[in-house]
């Protein structure tokens, strides 16, 4: 079957939700996932602007081509890897058919990335990328797209899970989404620096099944340094739902929670506490997205969210605050209004259409905001 995707056209055997229904024994193209190529392209795009020298490209889990055909439409000297022999040979078409430079070889993605040397890897796995991350970080010179789809053990769903593969200790909170977000670019910067480069967040967001996260690579071991001094830990309490966050390797939890008295304290981490992105870079991919592009729209607002999201480490739930207290829910841009007529700073943030950052404590926050029925 033919997909049109980006103004391109390729051939793939089959489409599927890959979160949904398994990675399976086949080459198949997954619809869900235009978004997050969408962005990639318009990321491609901007950090052309900021990075002139960046011209190899590596898609290391290739299937269909997909996105390797994509980043060979944009100029880009592209390599697609895979070791499924049918799905270097349907990379290989699908650039022919486009009209479109690149190479496409049948290659275990770690031992290719051991090989060579690329500006931009892509890490596009099913599951988790850690098994690729170490060879990734090794070789690469500019930029580590990564994206993970394993998000129960990241959020703390599956927590042994998230435990062994992302040696960190993930929760279950209502902001889950967060959660594995940081517990993925938490894993990404530690595996950086174990080579003395800084990872750092230039872009990343989390929808629907999988986290995204863009990395720039600075090879100065201080900078590494620096960025290892954004992980910590996050405290919070399952009672009243407030939480702290604390810099560092070490967790110092309270004893007690300080706005409700609860033994109740869940502790995670270490987790990236830093930002997420560079406002500015965020901004310039969003003027990237073009009419071409089957998600532009939904890619615009995203973008759009997340360049303007408060610089908190976890966000909080409308909807479950007000359950917590009794009472209905306000449209969120009144609730926010609110939050802001108070002397407090408050954003929406991208991880769903309920959720939003602030400074006021959970406290603060309930006394500055009305009850949707009175």
């Known amino acids: 079957m033919d997909v049109r995707e980006g103004g391109l056209t390729v051939e793939v055997p089959g489409a599927r939700d890959g979160a949904s229904e398994g990675a399976g024994d086949d080459v198949f193209y997954n619809p869900t996932q235009e978004l997050n190529r969408d962005v990639t392209v318009a990321t491609l795009r901007a950090y052309r602007e900021r990075d002139d020298r960046a011209s190899s490209y590596l898609d290391a889990m290739a299937a269909s081509g997909i996105r390797g055909v994509r980043a060979a439409a944009e100029g880009f000297d592209v390599t697609c890897a895979d070791l499924d022999e049918e799905a270097v040979e349907l990379a290989r078409e699908n650039l022919a058919r486009n009209g479109l430079d690149g190479e496409a070889v049948h290659r275990n993605a770690n031992a290719l990335m051991h090989d060579s040397v690329f500006d931009i890897v892509d890490l596009d796995p099913f599951g988790t990328p850690i098994p690729f991350a170490d060879a990734a970080f090794a070789n690469t010179r500019d930029l ?135 406002p500015a870079f965020a901004e310039s991919v969003r003027e990237h997205v073009t009419e071409e592009m089957g998600e532009a729209k939904r890619a615009r607002s995203m973008l759009d969210t997340v360049a303007g999201e408060l610089d908190a480490p976890t966000h909080y739930d409308q909807h479950r605050l007000c359950k917590l207290w009794n009472r209905s829910a306000t449209g969120m841009d009144e609730f926010l209004g609110e939050l802001r007529d108070a002397g407090y700073e408050a954003t929406r943030a991208h991880y769903s259409g309920t959720a939003f950052k602030t400074d006021a404590t959970i406290a603060e926050t309930r006394a500055a905001t009305t009850d949707g029925d009175g």
């Open 144 to 278: 580590v797209c990564v994206t993970a789809t394993d998000t129960a053990p990241l959020c703390g769903a599956h927590q042994n899970s998230g435990i062994r593969k992302y040696s960190t200790l993930p929760q279950n909170t209502d902001y889950h989404p967060e959660m594995g977000l940081r517990v993925l670019l938490s894993a990404m910067v530690r595996t950086a620096a174990r080579y003395d480069k800084a990872a750092v967040p230039i872009l990343s967001h989390v929808t629907r099944h999988y986290a995204r996260a863009y990395l720039e690579l600075d090879a100065r071991a201080t900078k590494a340094d620096e960025l290892l001094e954004q992980l910590g830990h996050v405290y919070h309490c399952e009672d009243c739902l407030e939480r702290d966050h604390e810099f560092g390797l070490v967790a110092h939890p309270p004893e007690e929670c300080p706005a409700c008295g609860s033994s109740r304290t869940l502790v995670a981490g270490p987790l990236y506490l830093g930002p997420i992105c560079e």
